[in-house]
T-cell receptor
Framework: GDSVTQMEGPVTLSEEAFLTINCTYT??????LFWYVQYPGEGLQLLLK?????DKGSNKGFEATYRKETTSFHLEKGSVQVSDSAVYFC????????????FGTGTRLTIIP | NAGVTQTPKFRILKIGQSMTLQCTQD?????MYWYRQDPGMGLKLIYY???????DKGEVPNGYNVSRSTTEDFPLRLELAAPSQTSVYFC????????????FGPGTRLTVL
C-alpha cells in the first residue's frame, strides 16, 4: 500500500539556521503531496502542497519540490524562527473521490533562541 | 466561521465504558474524517464519510462506529473502551475538490484506564 517516510526527530536548531526535513513516499499512480503543521495544543493545518511532478509548494518561507524521480518532497526553510517550533507531517493523497490522506510519522522541530 | 469543532477536549474512560466523540463543521463540506494520533505513529484514518448517509472504513476501524445523518455532524462512537484506544482523536473535513486541503479540529485527548 501507499506509505510516507519522514526523517526521525526530534530536530533542534538555533534561530536563523537552515532547515531541511526529509520526506519520501511510496505510491502507485500520481499522488498529490502535502506538508501539514501542528502547533502545540492545536489541530493540524496545511502548510503547503504540490499536485504534480516538479511543482514547488511554498508558504511562510517554507518550500518543498515534488520530485518524482526520487519520490521525495523535502521541506526546507532558509532561516527558521522560534515560532516555527511545531510538529511537521508529510502526507500524500490520491484523490479517488474521497481525498484520503496517508501521513508520515511527523517530525518535531524545536527552535532555540 | 467556527470551522471544525470537537467535544470534549479531554476524557478519561474506564475499560468497557462507552462514549461518543462529537465533531461538527460549519463549512458545508461533503467529506469528513476521523483520525487517531498515537505518539510517534503519525495519524491513522479510522472512518470517513463522503456525504450524509455514506460512511466507510479507514485503516483502523475496529472498536469504533460512526454515523453521518447530516452534512455538519460526524460523531465517533466507542462501544467498549480498551486501553489500546488511548490516543488523541482528530476530526477533519474538506470540500469535494480534487486534492483540496483538509481542515482539522483541535482534537480530543482520550485516556482509557
Amino acid at each position: 500500500g501507499d506509505s510516507v517516510t519522514q526523517m526521525e526527530g526530534p530536530v533542534t536548531l538555533s534561530e536563523e539556521a537552515f532547515l531541511t526535513i526529509n520526506c519520501t513516499y511510496t505510491a502507485t499512480g500520481y499522488p498529490s503531496l502535502f506538508w501539514y503543521v501542528q502547533y502545540p495544543g492545536e489541530g493540524l493545518q496545511l502548510l503547503l502542497k504540490a499536485t504534480k511532478a516538479d511543482d514547488k509548494g511554498s508558504n511562510k518561507g517554507f518550500e518543498a519540490t515534488y520530485r518524482k524521480e526520487t519520490t521525495s518532497f523535502h521541506l526546507e526553510k532558509g532561516s527558521v524562527q522560534v515560532s516555527d517550533s511545531a510538529v511537521y507531517f508529510c502526507a500524500l493523497s490520491k484523490g479517488f473521490g474521497n481525498e484520503k490522506l496517508t501521513f508520515g510519522t511527523g517530525t518535531r522541530l524545536t527552535i532555540i533562541p | 466561521n467556527a470551522g471544525v469543532t470537537q467535544t470534549p477536549k479531554f476524557r478519561i474512560l474506564k475499560i468497557g465504558q462507552s462514549m461518543t466523540l462529537q465533531c461538527t463543521q460549519d463549512m458545508n463540506h461533503n467529506y469528513m474524517y476521523w483520525y487517531r494520533q498515537d505518539p510517534g505513529m503519525g495519524l491513522k484514518l479510522i472512518y470517513y464519510s463522503v456525504g450524509a448517509g455514506i460512511t466507510d472504513k479507514g485503516e483502523v476501524p475496529n472498536g469504533y462506529n460512526v454515523s453521518r445523518s447530516t452534512t455538519e455532524d460526524f460523531p465517533l462512537r466507542l462501544e467498549l473502551a480498551a486501553p489500546s484506544q488511548t490516543s488523541v482523536y482528530f476530526c477533519a473535513s474538506t470540500r469535494q475538490v480534487l486534492y483540496n486541503e483538509q481542515f482539522f479540529g483541535p482534537g480530543t485527548r482520550l485516556t482509557v484506564l
